[in-house]
């Protein structure tokens, strides 16, 4: 692999940082929107390969889409209006991309077969399958029916109460989509609270989308107004900056815009309880999302924290950053009830745990989570991103807080979610990137040779 980036210990980070749109609400408002009667408008769309997958889904389904650069017009042709795909549709590395078409699609009187990268291929896509098959649409798998490619018939569609084994915000929102298609009522019970983007979004449009603690209602048929929305920053690429901030000595940065939904932010009462000093201020409601600018502050050495299961949904994709944290926190910081996280775009507790391991950490891994004992001098090493972004980036905020020269590779995967992540992370820390010979980068943020 050529893509890898070569990373030192960090001088303080200062100054503001912005991060990329929201992963999850650009999936959904490309996909609410090309169900919509009409154009709508999304500002700040993440162009990044995941939602792009989806962008790219959503016309071969036939809806027109232009990108002027500063909106992304969509003109959806209402709830019948999609056309069969004439060819198979590549979901890329993106699990929401796959598990919400299989929904939307299993509403369609149409065939269409949806695939994606090795990692997606492995990924389990029997949690859609059964609820929807169970609603009356015909779905076939690898694997007994379990891993992509899936071909899907849909059409025909009938409501259910269905109690969903994981809380996944993918399979509700697979669910919901297809409710939407259904005659009668749809109930969808989940054993946590996941994130609720698609339960505010829905609503907004005019379905009939109701929340119940854990469970929502959703009535099909009707219409769905066309959305105009500006898309927040995504919290789950704020965390790498947060996480940074509070290991490197001196820190103090500003976070601007960024996502705040309580199912979302769990890391910022974990890190709380930690002793970082997190700020969140000027909040605000932006397309009915809650909104606000996050102040970090270096405060020394950080306590271990015990995350109990209940906490897990709502901090699902921070995991490999928090066992950076862990890294640097006295004491035994301990996650169980994550067993979910050995589905994400790579085996998370095995690829962390493997990973911070090579830098001297002390990890014991265990089926639903791990145990980090802390605090650890980390040591630059030779590192592996397993194709996984948020690994990579997880251990390149590592590397900043390491003893000597840290080697990330497999670093391109960063741009599923955040491209532009390293030239950012390095303007906070006043550092500049250069190319190096194939395909590498070089990026130095020791002490001696800071400007
Ligand atoms: C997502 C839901 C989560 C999350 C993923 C994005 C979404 O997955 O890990 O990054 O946009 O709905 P699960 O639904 O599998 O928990």
Redesign the pocket.
């Known amino acids: 692999m050529t893509d890898s980036i070569k990373l030192s210990r960090s001088g303080p980070l200062r100054g503001e940082v912005t991060p990329p749109p929201d992963?999850?609400i650009s999936?959904?408002a490309l996909i609410f929107a090309s169900i919509a009667s009409g154009r709508s408008i999304i500002r700040n769309l993440l162009r990044a390969d995941d939602p792009l997958r989806t962008l790219g889904a959503v016309r071969a389904l036939g809806i027109e889409v232009r990108d002027s650069g500063d909106a992304v017009e969509v003109y959806g042709e209402g709830l019948h209006g999609l056309k069969e795909p004439e060819d198979v549709i590549d979901c890329g590395n993106s699990?929401?991309t796959m598990?919400?078409l299989a929904g939307l699609l299993s509403g369609q009187p149409f065939f269409s077969v949806l695939t994606g990268d090795d990692s997606l291929r492995r990924r389990p896509m029997n949690r859609v399958i059964e609820p929807l098959g169970m609603m009356g649409a015909t779905l076939y798998a690898r694997a007994e029916g379990t891993l992509a490619p899936l071909a899907v018939k849909g059409g025909g569609l009938e409501g259910i109460d269905y109690r969903s084994p994981?809380?996944?915000?993918?399979?509700?929102?697979a669910v919901i989509l297809a409710a939407l298609y259904a005659s009668g009522e749809t109930v969808l019970r989940e054993p946590g609270k996941?994130?609720d983007?698609t339960e505010r979004m829905l609503p907004a449009m005019g379905a009939s989308v109701r929340v119940e603690g854990l469970n929502v209602r959703v009535e099909g048929g009707g219409e769905l107004r066309p959305l105009e929305v500006t898309i927040p920053g995504d919290f789950?690429s704020a965390a790498f900056f947060m996480a940074a901030a509070a290991v490197v000595e001196g820190s103090e940065i500003m976070i601007r815009n960024v996502g705040i939904n309580p199912t979302r932010t769990g890391l910022l009462g974990v890190m709380r309880r930690m002793g970082a000093d997190v700020e969140v201020l000027n909040e605000r409601d932006v397309s009915g999302e809650p909104v606000g600018d996050i102040l970090c502050r270096y405060t020394g050495r950080l306590a271990a924290a015990e995350i109990s299961p209940e906490e897990v949904?709502a901090m699902?994709?921070e995991f490999p950053v928090l066992c950076v944290l862990a890294c640097r926190a006295e004491g035994t910081t301990t996650v169980r009830g994550a067993a979910?996280l050995r589905v994400?775009e790579s085996d998370r507790i095995a690829a962390m745990a493997a990973e911070l391991r090579r830098m001297g950490a002390e990890v014991t891994e265990h089926p639903d989570g791990v145990e980090i004992s802390g605090p650890v001098d980390l040591s630059g090493a030779l590192l592996d991103a397993h194709d996984d972004h948020r690994v990579a980036m997880a251990l390149s905020v590592a590397a900043l807080a390491a003893e000597g020269e840290t080697t990330v590779r497999g670093v391109s995967a960063v741009d599923i979610s955040f491209p532009g992540f390293y030239e950012r992370m390095l303007e906070l820390t006043k550092r500049t990137m250069r190319a190096g010979p194939g395909g590498s980068a070089d990026v130095r943020c020791g002490g001696k040779d800071r400007p």
Request: charged share 30%; net charge positive; aromatic share 0%.
């Open positions: 992963k999850s999936h959904r699990g929401t598990r919400m994981v809380a996944s915000a993918q399979v509700k929102s996941s994130r983007h789950s949904p699902i994709d979910e994400k």
